[in-house]
Each structure stands twice: as C-alpha cells, then as structure tokens.
C-alpha cells in the first residue's frame, strides 16, 4: 500500500499479485548408446531402455552426458529469463493501470467534495448515497465509503455488491490516519454473489463542511482485464520456453552425434582389431579434423597389423624350428644314447678318468633327453595340440608319488617335509599333467630351501581343489615374481644345480594348469622362501572363481611381493585358439 506519488507508508507495503509460475519444462526424448558387456552395445532409444541401464547410459555415454547438461543449463536459464520478463511485464501492466485509475480517483474526489460542500445540512445522508451511486462506474470500478469515529452515521454505503470486507485493515488504517493524501494496496476484492477477483483499491477521506462528519471512500479497481492479459504473456512464454528448450536438444543431439558417431565407429573397430580381425578400418569421409582421426586411425590398424602378422610369422617360425629340431634330434639321440649305454655298462674295465669321463657322459645325455622330452611338450603347447587325459584322483596320491621318487635328492639335502593333508582332495585331472606339475614344483622347493623344512598343503570347496608347496630358502625378489614361469628363466644363472633341471620346468607346469582351467600363484620374499599354489577346478565343466588356500602363506611375516596370479583369468585351451 503506497501513497500517492510517494514511498510507502508507515506499517504497509505494497502487495503484488501472485508471481506467475513457469512450467518445469522437458525435453525431447534422446536417443543414447550405452556399451555394457551384458546388454547390446548398439545403440539405443532412451524409451527402449530398460530404466536399470541409464545409470550406465549417463556413465559410458558422452552424448547423453552432453544433450543433459546443455537441457539442464538451457532450462535454468530460460526459467531465469521468463522471470525476470514477467516481472517487468507485470509491473509495467499493474503500474499503468495504477495511474490511471489514481488519476480518476482524483478526479472523482473533486466532484464529491464539491457537490457535498453544497449539500443541504439536513438531506445530506440521502445526497451521499445518490453521490455514491452517482461516482459508480459499472465494470470499471466500485465505491465504498465508511464512515469514521468522527461520522454521525454509521451507514456503510456501497454500489454493485462489493463486500465491506474488501478493504485491508492496514490500507483502512492509513487512511483513517492521515486522510489528505491518497492511499492504494493490491488486494482480493470480495463480490456477494461471484467469486473474488484481484483488483486494486485506492482510499481517501471526504469531509462534510456543513455537518463536520468524515468518511473513508475507497475506489475498487477489479484487474481481470489485466490478469487475463498477464495470463495470455505467460502462457505463450511458457510455450516459447518449451519449444526453444526441445529445439536446444534437438541441436544438442544432432551436434554431438556428430561428434561422437566416429568415436564410436573408432570403438568399435578397435574392438574388432582387439578380438583379431584386423582387416577392419574406418570409413574416411570429408576432410575434417574427425576424417583425419580415421586416416590416422587406419594408418596406426596397418601398422598394428603389419608387425602382428610379421610377429605371427616369426613366432610360427620359431615354433616350426623347435619343433623340427627336437623332432630330427631324436634319431643321433637316440644313437648316441645306444653307444653311451654300452659304455656305460662297460666301465668298469676303464681306467679311473675314462670311467668319470662315462659316467658325466651318461648323466648329461640323461638331461640332453629331459631337455628334449620339454621342447617337444613347449611346441605341442604352442601348437595348441595339448589334450587332457582326466580321471578322478586324490591329490594326495600324487602328492605322495612325487616324494617318494625326490626320496633321495631329500635325504642328501637333509631337508625335512611337513604334510598337511588331512582329508581326501579329490578332482577330475589328468595326473600324469598334474604329477609333472608337482614333480617341478617340490623339486624346486627342494633345490632352494637349503636345508629348511618344506610344507605341503592340500585343500578342497565344492568349485576347486588346490595344492600348495612352501619352503624358506633363499626366495626371490618382487620384481622376479612374474618372471618365474619364463623360459629358461634362472634367479641366479650362476647359481650350481644338482637336480639337472631344463629351464622349462615352471613354464610347462603353468601351461599345464592352463590347460585344465586352472591357475599357478607365485609368492616369493628374500630370505623367507617362496610359495607356490596351484588350483584346479574339481570338474571341468566347473568356472575357477577362487582358491580354497590362501594366497599367500600364513608364516611370513611380513608382505614384501604380492602373489603373482600369472595369466589371469585362466582359460581351458582348445586346439589352435590363442592363449
């Protein structure tokens, strides 16, 4: 409530009509990809999406990330400026109307001022009602006037059916205060017999010369006319709003697809060069920055491809040339091991050195054939024509076999062995495979735990069975963890060995792991041995998923190298598939 031309007005204030509410908008629908393993890479409309992939849609795709972002920004910035656009509309409206109406306020104020100074003294509270009805003006505004204390009749006169109750308590407050001036507020104007309607009311004071009474007048201005018109402008900028907002995203959508359609033509064709196929390429079109990323990205596929064909070729060689060579080196073997024998089981009529002479003769031609017998097993690997001969057996048993056939080499080492085996670990495998994997893995430990007593563990759940050999020699160091099962890798290359071994010992163990679908661990730490853990799944058609032993052993007292889980996840091999 505001006087006339000046500020507000002690205890009032001015009270506008409801803000106009602007309509959350939303935008078009969106056509997103997403590339989880477990539902279609292609891409997908939004609609078609179960709700459970848009978490993954807003993670793995950058064009949904982009058309949200630009709709969210778009949104807040058009409700910001369809605010502050209905404010200044809504004022500017309710500001005219507002002098309008003070001005016709004014001048109604004058004709009844005039007309009642010349009032008879006695016929005044008629002539007031007719003055009343006489300043109406039907559809553009109503009178109300209410006497004051000072007023000898208590009559409240009225046109239409406004209700008294109309008038604010402030505003009549104010005017009852201070009646010179003119005084206005925004308000619900109250009609008898039809709903209420905002409207604005200007009041003011008259006063009776002849009879010295003072009245309150309000003028009620009714502004439908103008909630209408305010209804009309926020009705088509809510509509502009939407349309401008669907229009961002279609912008957006065809913006980024733009962008984003070769990076995931590039994705996609990098996947296939990853599963092998590495004839694909990029389709070239134009000469933008995106047409030079596929030239450069078919560029880097052809040499991709060039050094894995000439990698492929030089591996086939190498295998070709193991496998020739070991095969041609049966037959001189052979011979030279006849003529050896025969030595052999005639040296005792040779003279002292010819006799030593046969017999490292004999012992290195014993480990010339092992080193054979393991390039032959190597290139049958690496010809993926290794197969499984599998039975049910207790590890145990091999467990057993295998020491009793290192009896010796544990005697002369004066190595002592702990056993914990107590419950039968049964599993479908091939044993001769499996007793080989032992036979390397004890061996080993044997070799290097200088003298230190060796544990063997064995251990079953209902999925995988699993073996584990420790010792507490010398170990290895962290960054030898994963070179372990190399070819013809050795710790220490000047190290003496007294089990004659090959190499291929721990190579040919983890193919053979591989080969049942199962895994070969390896722990190690200077100066507190080493822990090797082999797992099998009980059945073959049985996933490995974890190990009923540990991954590391119990005893060491501190982790200095993480287990090394080599190859992991392992895979049953099949005849020719890449391992």
Known sequence: MTESGQSTGP???????????????????????????????????LWRTHP????????RSIQARIVTGTLLMSTLVLILVGWVMMSQVTDGVLESRRDSAQAEVRAQLQQLSASIDAANRNTVNQQLSELVLGSNRPGLYDVLLVPTDQAASNAIRYTGL??????????ASSVVSDGDKLWDTYTQINYR????????????????DSTGDKYSIYFLFPLTAQQETLDVVQRALVTAGLLLIVLLGAI?????????????MARRIAERLAAGKLEERMQVRGTDDLA???VSFNKMASNLQRQIRRLEELSRLQRRFVSDVSHELRTPLTTVRMAADLLHETRDQFDPISRRSVELLQNELNRFEELLADLLEISRFDAGAAALD??????????????????????????????????????????????RILRNLIGNAIEHSEGLPIR??????????????????????????????????????????????????????????????????????????AYFRLTLPRRPDVPLTGSPLPPRPPDASRVIAELVDVGAPYQKLNGGDDR
């Open 252 to 264: 957006a959508w065809l913006v980024t697809r733009q962008v984003v359609t070769p990076v995931r």
């Open 390 to 435: 599998l039975e049910d057996v207790d590890l145990r048993d091999i467990v057993n076999r295998v020491l009793e056939n290192h009896e010796t080499l544990l005697e002369r080492k004066g190595c002592p062995v702990e056993l914990d085996m107590k419950a039968p670990c049964r599993a479908k495998v091939d044993s001769r495979r499996i007793e």
């Open 292 to 294: 030079r990323l596929a």
């Open 52 to 59: 459970k992939h848009w978490p993954d849609i807003w993670r």
């Open 193 to 208: 017999d039809s709903p209420s309607v905002p409207g604005l009311v200007i009041g003011s004071q008259i006063r009776i």
């Open 162 to 171: 406004v209700d008294s109750d109309s008038i604010p308590p402030a505003l």
């Open 11 to 45: 205890g009032t204030g001015q009270q506008a009509p409801a803000e106009p509410e602007v309509a959350a908008s939303r935008g078009t629908e969106l056509e997103l990809t997403a590339a989880a393993a477990d539902w279609s890479a292609q891409p997908q409309p």
């Open 456 to 529: 063997i563990s064995t251990a079953y759940d209902d999925d995988a069975a699993a073996v584990a050999v420790r010792d507490h020699g010398v170990g290895f160091r962290a960054e030898e963890a994963e070179m372990v099962f190399s070819r013809f890798w050795r710790a220490d290359p000047a190290r003496a060995r007294t089990t004659g071994g090959t190499g291929l010992g721990l190579s040919i163990a983890l193919e053979d792991a591989r080969l049942h679908g199962g895994r070969l661990d390896a722990w190690g730490s200077p100066g507190e041995g």
